[in-house]
């Protein structure tokens, strides 16, 4: 998304501070819904970030099909009022829907399970972070044939990552986004204008940085590895980096040598001083000139007459 004044960030401690009993939630009313069943109720857990493997906090929906990333958006120097009490804490959390594939991938793509064909409960397995064994029972992993070789009829399915078919598939999401941002006309820093009928050529230019903008956005649910390869795949160049500059003074040895097999052929002493009289007669004015070429003598000089009187 185009840059904020807010910090984004993944949530990943929910625990109330002291003087903290409550947040600002934006979701879905459809999280909401409750039938009066208390075990159909929307839940907040932990599970294993795909990109920086470290525990973020997402939410199910009452019936376990649709899930969110919880969000915080928040500025500094910035408070809430409710009723009539101040929240010290100025940060909005909002819940964001995510296509559970992203999540199911990095157990996917495991050395230990990528090489043969397993069912999801044997894929989807984290000691560290059990409640992913919720992802089973979201809708939208029916789309993992996308990602992997499939085995088996719909009572029992066995899946086997597939690089090829994922690469094609992460093009595709980078492609519809890129797409969507066009369509939008969201503004993504690019130095390009709007303003004037481009030719194909700055065409496509325009699309390869939106491209990369897109890439960033997907980016950031794939782990290093994958992202990596999605970035090679896509034809993205890589930014080269500046070479490092030397803090010393001393000139390059090729430049040394030029410099000391120059040798002055005449002395410009005296050309400097010719200068600097030319330089002079070119600030007087015109005035000036003129007076210059006036006889003075038998005047007075200016002086003279702020000068004391001889006393008598």
């Given amino acids: 998304m185009p840059k904020r004044p807010a910090s984004r960030q993944s949530v990943s401690k929910l625990t109330p501070d002291p003087d903290q009993a409550q947040w600002v939630f934006i979701v879905n009313d459809k999280v909401l819904e409750f039938n009066g069943d208390n075990e159909n109720k929307p839940i907040i857990c932990q599970l294993r970030h795909p990109k920086t493997d470290e525990g973020s906090y997402y939410l199910f929906s009452p019936d376990g099909k649709d899930i969110y990333e919880v969000i915080k958006y928040k500025e500094e120097f910035r408070s809430w009022l409710i009723d009539q009490t101040v929240q010290q804490d100025g940060g909005i959390v909002i819940t964001s829907p995510v296509d559970p594939v992203f999540l199911v991938l990095p157990y996917l793509i495991q050395k230990d399970k990528c090489s043969k064909f397993m069912t999801l409960d044997q894929i989807v397995v984290d000691e560290k972070f059990s409640e992913c ?109 500046k070479p490092k500059t030397s803090n010393s003074t001393e000139e390059p040895p090729a430049k040394r040598v030029k410099l000391e097999e120059i040798k002055p052929l005449e002395d410009y002493s005296k050309q400097n001083k010719d200068k600097k009289k030319t330089t002079l007669s070119k600030k007087l004015s015109n005035a000036q000139k003129k007076l210059e070429k006036v006889d003075k003598s038998g005047m007075k000089s200016l002086a003279s007459f702020f000068s004391p009187k001889p006393k008598s």
Avoid at 151 to 180: C, P, Q
Avoid at 182 to 197: A, C, D, G, P, R
Avoid at 203 to 223: A, C, H, M, Q, T
């Fill in 133 to 241: 064994r919720r992802l089973q029972e979201c809708q939208g992993l029916e789309e993992l044939h996308q990602v992997a070789d499939i085995k088996g009829d719909d009572d029992f399915k066995a899946y086997r990552y597939n690089e090829e078919k994922t690469m094609s598939w992460l093009k595709a999401k980078v492609d519809i986004l890129t797409d969507h941002i066009i369509k939008k006309e969201l503004h993504v820093n690019t130095s390009q204008s709007s303003n004037f009928v481009k030719s194909k050529k700055e065409e496509n230019i325009e699309r390869d940085v939106f491209v990369k903008y897109s890439y960033g956005i997907i980016s950031d649910y794939l782990p290093l590895t994958l992202s990596k390869q999605l970035h090679q795949y896509l034809g993205i160049p890589e930014v080269e980096e």
